[in-house]
């Protein structure tokens, strides 16, 4: 089929029309929003300027706070413009870049979520050989293996999508540009690259899952032979790792791992790994870790 393309822009449904619960909303992320901004960047001055902070934990801790900051751009200064303004507009050169972006991002954090787990694998299985393992280049090697690996998923979802025709409708049921709602208005049977979507970024969640399950297992096993203190410290560090992955993969399973259609419920499930998630990692690291909390308190200190 010939690539025809009549559609210049494309119109955002966005979260709700009700105008009362959009202006809620709009509040209520702007604060989100707020705190994504200042509690990541929080965590990365913490790390950077602390002395003590300076194992591979914290190095990759660091980045991932510059992937929630970065992901949650890529969505959330739209959605909150969007809840005042009654047309919901984006140029589809723009959409394709929403879409290359947010899939960039997010993976990248996936493969990256999935480095830290490896690196708190070796620290607890092979702790007398986790210095010479996990050096300088071989955790800097292992962040740009995310970048670049995220880099090439999100290329090929922007090159698959970006060839589809669209004749109309131009009504995307979102509140930004996703490949599964973009699939739906191509004007082509795109079962096949449907499947590759699928594939591309449903298993790339999936597996990452999976190595993320191997590596605790092999941790919990591990701390057979720790003290109760070394254990306790140990499953409160990996807790919070946990929790963070707990709370990103699932709904990324969800959405990714399916045929190309989209429920009602996929606009409530984004904003919970767009906006939720990037607000509670900051928290999630901080409360339970008590090595942050000590840097900060010194940071504060020395500003004050």
């Known amino acids: 089929m010939e690539n025809k393309n009549n559609v210049t822009e494309f119109i955002l449904l966005g ?3 009700d105008k009362t619960i959009a202006k809620v909303c709009f509040l209520l992320f702007l604060v989100l929003y707020a705190v994504i901004i200042f509690g990541n960047l929080l965590i990365i001055i913490t790390i950077k300027t602390s002395e003590r902070l300076d194992s591979p934990m914290y190095f990759f801790l660091s980045y991932l706070s510059f992937l929630d900051i970065s992901y949650s751009t890529v969505t959330a200064p739209k959605l909150i413009y969007d809840l005042l303004v009654g047309k919901k507009t984006i140029p589809f050169v723009g959409c394709i870049a929403q879409l290359f972006m947010g899939h960039f991002f997010g993976c990248t954090e996936i493969f990256l979520l999935t480095v830290m787990a490896y690196d708190r694998c070796i620290a607890i299985h092979k702790p007398l050989h986790y ?6 280049h071989v955790c800097g090697c292992l962040v740009t293996a995310s970048w670049v690996g995220g880099f090439v998923h999100s290329l090929v979802q922007a090159l698959l999508t970006i060839q589809l025709p669209f004749c109309g409708p131009n ?6 540009c996703d490949v ?5 208005l191509a004007c082509t049977n795109t079962y096949v690259i449907g499947v590759i979507v699928v594939t591309n970024s449903g298993l790339i969640s999936l597996t990452c899952f999976v190595v993320l399950a191997v590596s605790y297992v092999i941790i919990m096993v591990s701390l057979r032979s720790y003290s109760s203190k070394g254990r306790l410290r140990a499953l409160s560090t990996c807790s919070s790792h946990v929790t963070v992955v707990i709370l990103f993969f699932g709904p990324c399973i969800f959405i990714y ?28 690291y901080t409360l339970r870790n008590e090595e942050v909390k000590n840097a900060m308190k010194k940071l504060w200190s020395r500003k004050v």
């Open 180 to 184: 599964h709602p973009l699939l739906k």
């Open 171 to 176: 009504e995307i049921d979102h509140y930004f």
């Open 131 to 136: 210095t010479n393992v996990m050096n300088k």
């Open 257 to 284: 791992m399916r045929p190309s259609t989209t429920f009602s419920a996929d606009k409530m499930i984004s904003v919970f790994y767009t906006i939720i998630t990037p607000v509670l990692n900051p928290l999630i």
């Open 15 to 17: 979260l709700t029309q």
